[in-house]
């Protein structure tokens, strides 16, 4: 092949377009213990929680989470979790998306301080934990969300009440247009 057929090295990177923030409740936990790859599971219930659109992403969102779980991972040397999460999510008009997740996050003591309910725990920054997530939804004003890719910055958080919480921003992933 001749050097003209390769794309230069910075060009066609995908993009990011910020799409919609979740904040859902943590509403438990479930320790399983530790599994044969050596990490300690955790079943956590989501409990109430919103999706939000941000000004330009289309469709538009307003959404409630009705039930969801995470199935959380903390690897054997307790420096990451691994996560990996389903939900229904419905509109006003009760139409349902299903969202999946599954993500990463570092287990810094902030953040053990607020998952194991210290009472000095407070809300961290983001920076620690980042998920890519799909959607699915057979209903025609949400069918052009099963055909995107997203990617989410992620943070566990205490809320006005003092409950723990995630709080994620989503952004839709485009893909690269060849130009650098």
């Known amino acids: 092949m001749a050097s003209e057929d390769f794309v230069a090295p910075l060009e066609s990177f995908p993009t ?7 904040k859902v409740s943590i509403a438990g936990q479930f320790p399983c213990g530790d599994i044969y790859t050596g990490s300690s599971l955790v079943g956590v219930p989501l409990g109430q929680g919103t999706l939000k659109s941000v000004a330009g992403f289309e ?3 307003d959404m409630t989470l009705s039930h969801g779980h995470d199935w959380f991972r903390i690897d ?3 420096t990451h979790a691994r996560l990996s999460v389903s939900c229904i999510i419905s509109d006003k008009e009760n139409r349902s998306i299903r969202l999946e997740a599954n993500g990463v996050s570092q287990l ?3 953040i053990l301080g607020l998952i194991t309910g210290s009472p000095d725990a407070k809300t961290p920054p983001f920076g620690d934990g980042i998920e890519q ?8 004003a949400y069918k052009p969300l099963e055909g995107m ?5 992620q943070r566990f958080a205490i809320s006005e ?6 709080e994620i921003r989503v952004s839709r992933i485009l893909c690269g247009t060849g130009d650098v």
């Open 16 to 22: 990011l377009q910020p799409a919609f923030v979740i």
């Open 149 to 153: 890719m997203f990617a989410c910055s």
């Open 108 to 110: 810094t003591p902030a």
């Open 161 to 166: 009440t003092g409950e723990p919480l995630a």
């Open 76 to 78: 054997a040397d307790k």
């Open 133 to 140: 997530m799909t959607i699915t939804s057979g209903h025609e």
């Open 59 to 61: 469709p538009k969102l």
